[in-house]
Nanobody, 116 residues
Framework: QVQLVESGGGLVQPGGSLRLSCAAS????????MGWYRQAPGKQRELVAT???????NYADSVKGRFTISRDNAKNTVYLQMNSMKPEDTGVYYC??????????WGQGTQVTVSS
């Protein structure tokens, strides 16, 4: 059974930092491209950052220079380091695992709130 379990969300003040983790089980983690997405209230889910099985990374323009995605294949975990956070970073953050064109798994999400 495939599971993606996100953790590390919470309440942070503007300018602060959080690190999200997504622990995967039931998949050959090193073969998967991984990503972080977020969904704000009343808005569509959007891409935040992705990392390929070969460690290539891609970021949304809104988070470039502030967020860093990384992975540890030995721990079957992908991370999202979020710095200089802004209120518009608020939302539910989801982990996604993709293999090829047809296999996709999502985690349940973790809430991130940026507010003073």
């Amino acid at each position: 059974q495939v599971q993606l379990v996100e953790s590390g969300g919470g309440l942070v003040q503007p300018g602060g930092s959080l690190r999200l983790s997504c622990a995967a089980s039931g998949i050959t983690f090193s073969s998967y491209n991984m990503g972080w997405y977020r969904q704000a209230p009343g808005k569509q889910r959007e891409l935040v950052a992705t990392i390929t099985s070969g460690d290539g990374t891609n970021y949304a323009d809104s988070v470039k220079g502030r967020f860093t995605i990384s992975r540890d294949n030995a721990k079957n975990t992908v991370y999202l380091q979020m710095n200089s956070m802004k209120p518009e970073d608020t939302g539910v953050y989801y982990c996604k695992a993709v293999l090829g064109a047809r296999i996709t798994y999502w985690g349940q999400g973790t809430q991130v709130t940026v507010s003073s």
